[in-house]
Structures are given as C-alpha cells and as structure tokens.
C-alpha cells in the first residue's frame, strides 16, 4: 500500500509517519507544501526520511498561495465571526490540491492528513480530496489510533526517538504561512489567561513598536495589492515585506474564541500583520470606486463566503459561483491607498483612484452648481410616507 501523507514536520504528522507504516505496512510518501512558513525544508526532509518515509516531496507553493487562494479571499473582504482572517482555513484547499495531484502521479492508494477529529482541518483536508478525486481512500490517523491527548503523542515521540519541538510544558499547536501564525493549545486553552508574550512571532508588542508613525502606500489593480511604496512586487513577495513593516509597528495581534464547523468552541491566537493592513486597504479603494448598492450586495455575501471558507468548502460550487460574482465588482477597484501605522493600528489617511465615484464639487458644504438643497425636501417627505402611515 502506499500513502501521501500531508506533511508538516510537527509532532502530529511525525508520529503519524511511523503510525502509518506499522498499521498499514505501507510505504508513506511525505508531502510538504512550502507556503511561506520560512522552515528549514532540507532538515523537514532528512526528518521525515530518518522517521520512516519513503519519499519526500517539498513543493514551493508561496506564489500561487498568495496569488490564487489569498488574494481571492482579500477581494472578498472574507471575515469569520469577531475577527479571524482565516490563515490556516485558506491554506487547507491548496496543500490538499497538490497532495492529490502527488497521489496520482505515485499512483498513491490513499492520502493522510495529521488534523485531529474535534477540529476543522479534518473537514477542509477531505472536502478537498473528495472534491479533486471523488474515489480517494483517506486516512485520518487522530480518528483511528489510541493516542488520546498531544502528552500521549509526545510521550511516544521521545520513546521512539522522534524529535519534536512541543513539550508537555509548551504544548502549543501553531501553524505558520506567509499570511499568519496561528498558537492553540497549553495555557490557551483557558480563555481568561492572557497569552506569554514570548510566544509571539510576528508582531512586536504594540507598546513596544516604535514611537513614530510610518507611512506607506498600496496600489492597487482590481481588488488586488500590486505595489507597496511604488514598487511593483509579486504577490508573494509583497505579502512578505507588508508582514515585516506591520509586524514592526504592532499590528495584526487577535485573540478570539470562535465556532469551530464541528460545533465546539475554540479559543485561537492570531498574528496577521499583511493581512489586517490589506483588509483595510481594499476597504479604502473600494470606498472610492465601488457603487453603493454594488457594495451592499456584495457585503450581504460576506459571512456565508467566509463560512464556507472557514468550513473548508473553496472546492465546491457555490463558493466559485459567489467567487465569479465578487471578482465582477473588482472590476473598477483599482488606486491608491495611504496609510499610517502606529502602535497597533493601521489607519486610512488618504486614497485616490482613476475609478474614483467621490464628486468633491457634490459633497461640498460650499457653494456647489450641481445639487439644489431644495429637492431633498420631496426625498424626504415621499420616504416618510411609510412611517406616518401608523400614527393616524
């Protein structure tokens, strides 16, 4: 038998490699998606092949990451719930993409993944693998083994001589791409408890970052971030920069709980430096650009794309359909946007666009030849008509 396991290097999918070979007597070939985690993928490589591995395939997908699942998802303004940006939700639908394209080239019996069965990863991995290859057998080692807890695998891990970087005392579950990381697990688990400041990764501490405002600039071209400062980047290396200069100044910090699509709450941390200042960058472009009513509607499909999204759904149709929809009111969002960041927050101070739907000659509060003051008197009066009707 041979299997394709999505492979990480964490404790999870390192046990998993072993577990696999034992209950199976397969041959396991290890698959890592680089998405911009910046890991030392030759030591991912030698680690998976000294825990047992047959193969190794370290893909670098950080250009179509950014450009063809992160960027999508930013022309949407995708949201979930109070304040996650989706960083691993996004991430998912890509790595299960190529691992079933590996399956089929090895001519693979079965795909694994190393998500366990209370969390979301699981329902994004096999909605993926179902969606690209319907007759895929998938494996779900967390669903099957006795392991009971991420102690019981660490524990097992040292007894088998597999390295890990979790311990019992940080037993933290983080998940690192170019858009954020991700902490879970340990000391998180109680919601009360702030989380260690030396836990953090990206994002210096708001009172921490430095005292004096910094200015940048976003072009933008139909919905999408180009250049920063002027330079046209690709969109991977824009993200990258944009992550340092947010990082620096305090911005991207989220600690919520959220609903996970199994029904448990959940409690994640989140540092997505990038991806909060685009956020609100697109928001400014599309001020300028976009139609009123064009926006609303587009804004009433906001929670169920995000949903779907977050539910691990970017396969299926109503997702591409809803996706069709909102790149047809990107069409004309292309400009600039000026923003400074300080502290821990990212605030809008100019925009610009050739696009633009802003009159100043009709906002004015001066004389104006355009707008006759007296014809909201009628506007009024008609949309007033409704709530006089009750009171007589």
Not at 312 to 318: D, I, K, L, Q, R
Not at 360 to 374: I, R
Request: charged share 30%; with cysteine; aromatic share 10%.
């Amino acid at each position: 038998m041979k299997i394709v396991l999505a492979y990480s290097g964490g404790l999870d999918t390192s046990v998993a490699i072993k577990w696999l070979k034992e209950k199976y007597n397969a041959q396991v070939i290890a698959f890592c998606a680089d998405i911009g985690q910046e890991e030392d993928f030759e030591e991912i490589r030698q680690k998976a092949l000294k825990t047992g591995a047959s193969k190794v395939y370290i893909e670098d997908l950080k250009e179509e990451f950014v450009r063809d699942f992160i960027f999508p998802m930013l022309r949407a303004n995708a949201v979930y719930e109070i304040g996650y940006l989706m960083g691993t939700s996004i991430a998912r639908p890509l790595i299960a993409k190529k691992q079933i394209e590996i399956a089929i080239k090895e001519n693979a019996d079965a795909v694994a993944h190393g998500a366990t069965g209370k969390g979301n990863d699981q329902v994004r991995f096999e909605l993926a693998y179902y969606a690209l290859k319907p007759d895929i057998k998938v494996i779900a080692p967390w669903r099957q083994w006795s392991f009971d807890s991420r102690s019981s695998l660490i524990e097992y891990a040292q007894k088998q001589g597999i390295p890990v970087q979790a311990t019992k005392e940080k037993p933290y579950s983080i998940d690192r791409n170019v858009f954020h990381i991700s902490y879970e697990g340990g000391i998180l688990e109680d919601p009360w408890i702030e989380p260690p400041e030396d836990m953090y990764t990206l994002v210096t501490p708001p009172e921490k970052a430095p005292d004096k405002p910094v200015y940048i600039e976003i072009e933008y071209e139909e919905g999408n971030p180009v250049a920063l400062d002027g330079e046209q980047l690709s969109p991977y290396e824009l993200l990258r920069r944009l992550n340092k200069i947010a990082g620096e100044n305090g911005i991207g910090r989220v600690d919520i709980v959220e609903n996970r699509y199994v029904g448990i709450k959940s409690r994640g941390v989140y540092e997505t430096p990038a991806g909060t200042v685009l956020h609100i960058a697109h928001k400014a472009v599309e001020s300028i650009t976009m139609d009123r009513e064009i926006m609303r509607l587009r804004d009433s499909l906001i929670p169920r794309y995000s949903e779907l999204i977050y539910y691990g759904y970017w396969f299926s149709p109503e997702r591409q359909t809803l996706q069709k929809l909102i790149d047809e009111t990107q069409r004309n969002v292309t400009g600039t946007v000026r923003l400074k960041l300080y502290k821990g927050n990212c605030i809008v101070v100019g925009r610009k666009s050739p696009y633009s739907l802003y009159s100043k000659d009709l906002a004015t509060f001066e004389k104006d030849f355009f707008f006759d003051q007296k014809d909201a008197e009628g506007f009024i009066k008609i949309n007033a008509i409704r709530l006089k009707l009750g009171k007589f």
